[in-house]
C-alpha cells in the first residue's frame, strides 16, 4: 500500500500535464474544420466561424468559475466534473448530424479552456513546496505544445477523413484523463477548509464583461468598428467590468479579488497575456492562410490543409525547448526577465516573417521562434502570479489571466482579418502588402510590451538601490 500511494504522488504532476496537454489539444480544434463543416453542413463560412466564437464564449464564462473552485476543497470533484461536460460536448459533436447539435457540442467543450489553469493550482495544492515551480512552468508550456500538436492532427482529418472523426478524438483525449483523476489525484479533504463561495451576482457581471469582450474582439472586424453593435458590445464591456469590480470589493469570498488583480506583477502579468496572446496569434493565423495560398500569388507555398497544419510542429519544439530554458532563466534573472526575453523573441520572429516569408524554411525558422518566445512568455507570466498571489487564489487570479490570454488570441486573430481583407486583389486572396503590414503591426505591439516590461524591471532595480542605499 505504502509503495502504491509513493507512486501514485509521483504521477500527480504526469496526470495534470496530460489534463492540460489533452484540453488544449481539444480546445484548438476547429480553425481547420470550418471549411470542411461549412460544405457538409450546408452554412456559410461566417456562421461556421461559430464553432470557435460559441467555444470560446462559454470558455470565458466557466474559465473563472472553475479557477474560483479549483482554489477550494473540492478541487478534484470539479476536474472531474469538468471533463464529464468535455467528453459529453465531444460525443454530441461526434454524433451531430445538424449544424444546431454540433455548435452544442463545441459549446459543451468550452470548459476547457480554463483547465491549464485549475492543473496549475492543484499542482499547487498537491506537490511539495519545492516542486511546484518547476510544475507550473511545466504546465504553462503544455498550451503552446498542445495547440502545435493539434494542427497537424486536425489538418489530416479535414484533408483526408470525415470532420466528425476530430470530435471522437477528443473524445478519445479525455477518457484517459477522467480515469487518471479517479485513480492518482487524492481524494478531496472538505472538512479541513472552507468551501469557496462563488457569487452568483459576481459570475453574472463579470461572465457578461467576458462575453462582451470576446465579442468585441472577434466580430468587431466583421461588424464595423463604428457600428451600433461593436459600440454597445463596447459599453456593455465597460459597465459589466466597473460594475463586477464594485461589486466583488465588498464580499467575502469574491470570484477573483481586485485588489490582487491591482499588484504590479499582476498587472504585468495580464497586460503581457493579453497583448502578446494577440500579438502570437497574428503569426499562426496568418502563417496557416499563406502557406496554403497559391503560388501565383507570389507568396503563396500552395500546401494542403495537412502539410500546413505540420507548419506548427515546430512551435511545439520550440515550446519544450523553452521550458528547460525558462527555468533556468527564471532561476538566474527572475520571471520578468524571462517575460521580457518572451516578448523580444515573439517580436523578432514576427519581423523575420514580415521580411522573409517566401520559402518553406523561412515559415518553419519563425515558427520555431515564435515557439520559443511563446513558451517563455507562457512560463513566466504564472510565475508572476504565483509570486504575488497567496496559495488560496491562485486558481482564480490565473484563470482571469488565461481569460485575456484567449480575448487578445481572438482580438489578433479578428486583426489580421481584417488586415488581410483591406488588402484583398481582385482575384479575392490577401496580398503580399497585407501580410507584411499584419506581421509589422505584431512586432511594433510586442515592442511596445517589451518595453513596459524593461521599464517594470529598471523602476524596481531602482527602488531596491535606493533601499540599500537608505
Not at 470560446?56 to 478534484?76: H, I, Q
Not at 500552395?302 to 520550440?318: E, I, Q
Not at 486583426?415 to 503580399?432: F, K, S
Request: with cysteine.
Amino acid at each position: 500500500m505504502d509503495a502504491w500511494r509513493v507512486r501514485r504522488a509521483g504521477a500527480v504532476l504526469p496526470l495534470l500535464v496530460y489534463c492540460g496537454l489533452c484540453t488544449t489539444v481539444i480546445s484548438s480544434l476547429g480553425a481547420l474544420l470550418i471549411p470542411a463543416v461549412a460544405a457538409d453542413q450546408r452554412v456559410p463560412v461566417s456562421t461556421a466561424q461559430w464553432m470557435l466564437t460559441g467555444n470560446l464564449l462559454v470558455g470565458a464564462v466557466t474559465t473563472p468559475v472553475l479557477g474560483r473552485l479549483a482554489d477550494g476543497p473540492r478541487s478534484r470533484r470539479m476536474l472531474l466534473l469538468a471533463l464529464t461536460v468535455v467528453a459529453l460536448g465531444s460525443a454530441l459533436a461526434a454524433t451531430a448530424e445538424t449544424f444546431p447539435q454540433l455548435l452544442a457540442g463545441r459549446a459543451l467543450q468550452g470548459p476547457t479552456c480554463g483547465m491549464v489553469p485549475v492543473t496549475m493550482a492543484l499542482a499547487r495544492r498537491h506537490l511539495p513546496s519545492d516542486r511546484v515551480g518547476r510544475a507550473i512552468a511545466t504546465l504553462a508550456v503544455t498550451a503552446a505544445t498542445g495547440a502545435g500538436l493539434s494542427c497537424p492532427l486536425t489538418g489530416f482529418i479535414a484533408q483526408h477523413l470525415d470532420f466528425h472523426w476530430a470530435f471522437w478524438l477528443a473524445l478519445a483525449f479525455v477518457a484517459p484523463a477522467f480515469a487518471g483523476v479517479l485513480l492518482i489525484l487524492p481524494p478531496d479533504r472538505a472538512d479541513r477548509e472552507p468551501r469557496p463561495a462563488a457569487d452568483p451576482v459576481g459570475v453574472a457581471l463579470l461572465a457578461a464583461g467576458l462575453v462582451c469582450l470576446i465579442l468585441l474582439a472577434g466580430q468587431g472586424a466583421q461588424w464595423g468598428w463604428r457600428s451600433p453593435a461593436v459600440l454597445g458590445l463596447l459599453l456593455g464591456t465597460l459597465l459589466s467590468a466597473g460594475g463586477w469590480a464594485w461589486w466583488e470589493r465588498p464580499t467575502g469570498r469574491p470570484l477573483v479579488r481586485p485588489a490582487l488583480l491591482g499588484r504590479s506583477d499582476v498587472v504585468l502579468a495580464n497586460v503581457a497575456a493579453f497583448a502578446l496572446g494577440a500579438a502570437a496569434f497574428v503569426g499562426l493565423s496568418a502563417v496557416g492562410t499563406m502557406a496554403q495560398a497559391p503560388a501565383s500569388t507570389g507568396y503563396g507555398l500552395d500546401l494542403s490543409v495537412f502539410a500546413g497544419g505540420c507548419l506548427m510542429l515546430p512551435m511545439s519544439a520550440g515550446s519544450q525547448s523553452a521550458g528547460r530554458l525558462s527555468r533556468r532563466l527564471t532561476a538566474k534573472a527572475g520571471p520578468r526577465a524571462t517575460l521580457a526575453a518572451g516578448a523580444a523573441l515573439v517580436a523578432v520572429a514576427q519581423l523575420c516573417l514580415s521580411a522573409y516569408h517566401y520559402r518553406l524554411w523561412h515559415l518553419l525558422l519563425a515558427i520555431a521562434l515564435l515557439g520559443l518566445g511563446t513558451g517563455l512568455t507562457w512560463t513566466s507570466v504564472p510565475m508572476l502570479v504565483h509570486g504575488a498571489v497567496p496559495a488560496g487564489e491562485l486558481g482564480s487570479v490565473l484563470s482571469f489571466n488565461h481569460v485575456l490570454r484567449i480575448a487578445g488570441s481572438t482580438l489578433g486573430s479578428a486583426a489580421t482579418g481584417a488586415v488581410l481583407a483591406a488588402h484583398t486583389a481582385a482575384d479575392g486572396l490577401p496580398g503580399d502588402a497585407g501580410y507584411r503590414m499584419a506581421f509589422t503591426t505584431s512586432a511594433a505591439g510586442c515592442g511596445l510590451v517589451l518595453v513596459g516590461i524593461l521599464s517594470r524591471m529598471v523602476a524596481e532595480s531602482s527602488r531596491q538601490t535606493l533601499r540599500h542605499s537608505g
